[in-house]
């Protein structure tokens, strides 16, 4: 918002009074007025904006509105006195100018710029128990950006040092950021992350857990809550991680394929042939999934044709060389059986 003044000129000799007379109007030579522009964020004009012109020194008020430009002007008459500017529109956060005091034959210009948001009662219009609960909001509200600005720096420096594969370092990051503000979850999972890249196993599910009770619902945190799981050979408590993980995220071949993999490890072969085909059907190129589909397929005669199928198309698409020749043994194998 910017104010700035330009005299109108107003004659003073005799001689230039008729001239004066036809090139201005008298009420513009003579009155006092407010003008100005009000636009958005974007530097855009603001059209239909309310502009209140209010006397802070007696019980007069003016109403005005901008044009397609964004400009309004307001003459306000001979009386001198001290006014208040309100500009107000739909959509916008309302502001306000206070102490214009625009001399005889001045024209103080008073603009605005917008940002969006909802109505509000402004100070001078709220009774004092409104202004003191206002002024606690703010002052808890720059307390709360300025905590936020330390655990985000916390929190960026422990990613970069994860990054750089300096785990232990990147933990007491997360950990500062967590004491600052331990109910979030998506630091809790990055701290998670760090303990199970440092074979912490039972801090990082500790971790996940603390994540998890807080509501998270990123399906990576029950992904790798699920590995971890199975790590600490808790079979079952990962199978369930996996379950959910796939519940939230049905489109994620991998948690299919995870929790495919549990169930192979568990013995539950049907639920494990059922999950890989999951994932295939989620992810036609997911190469793993053939594989490990082939492997469950293969120990019955029944199922063998379909065996040989999927690990043809492992041999088609798969990125391991190993298993790549594992998969055209197979094949051999159960033709050979045929």
């Known amino acids: 918002m910017s104010i700035s003044r330009s005299k109108v000129f107003l004659p003073t000799l ?11 109007p008298a009420a513009a030579q003579q009155s006092r007025a407010v003008k100005g522009k009000v636009t958005d964020e974007k530097g855009q004009p603001v059209a239909d904006a309310q502009i209140t012109i209010q006397a802070t020194d007696s019980p007069r008020s003016y ?49 605005f710029q917008l940002a ?9 219009e709220m009774t004092d128990a409104e202004r003191e609960q206002f002024r606690q909001q703010a002052s808890q509200s720059e307390k709360r950006r300025q905590f936020s600005a ?30 600052k503000d331990p109910k979030q979850p998506g630091i809790l999972a990055r701290l998670g992350d760090a303990y199970m890249k440092m074979e912490k196993y039972d801090d990082a599910l500790a971790t996940y857990q603390k994540a998890a009770a807080l509501g998270a619902t990123d399906p990576v945190i029950f992904t790798n809550m699920g590995v ?22 049905p489109g994620s071949a991998q948690n299919h394929y995870n929790l495919g993999v549990t169930m192979f490890n568990s013995g539950r072969l049907a639920e494990a042939i059922d999950a890989f085909k999951q994932a295939i059907a989620t992810d036609p190129n997911y190469a793993e999934a053939y594989f490990q589909l082939g492997i469950c397929l293969s120990g019955k005669p029944e199922t063998g044709t379909a065996a040989i199928e999927a690990f043809q198309k492992y041999v088609q698409i798969g990125q391991r060389p190993d298993q790549v ?14």
């Open 63 to 111: 109403l005005t509105k901008t044009n397609k430009k964004g400009e309004y002007v307001y003459l306000l008459g001979l009386q001198l006195g001290v006014y208040r500017v309100i500009v107000r529109k739909p959509g916008y956060q309302p502001q306000y100018r206070e102490n214009v005091k625009p001399d005889l034959g001045e024209q103080v210009e008073v603009n």
């Open 150 to 179: 330390e655990v985000k720096a916390h929190f960026d420096l422990a990613v970069q040092l994860s990054e750089q594969g300096k785990q232990a370092e990147a933990v007491d990051e997360f950990n500062k950021a967590i004491e």
């Open 228 to 249: 971890v799981l199975s790590k600490l050979g808790k079979v079952a408590e990962s199978q369930d991680a996996f379950k959910k993980a796939a519940a939230m995220s």
């Open 325 to 338: 020749e594992v998969a055209k043994q197979m094949i051999s194998a159960l033709k050979a059986k045929k």
């Open 14 to 24: 005799l001689s230039f009074a008729l001239l004066l007379a036809l090139s201005l």
């Open 116 to 124: 969006p948001g909802q109505d509000q009662k402004l100070p001078f």
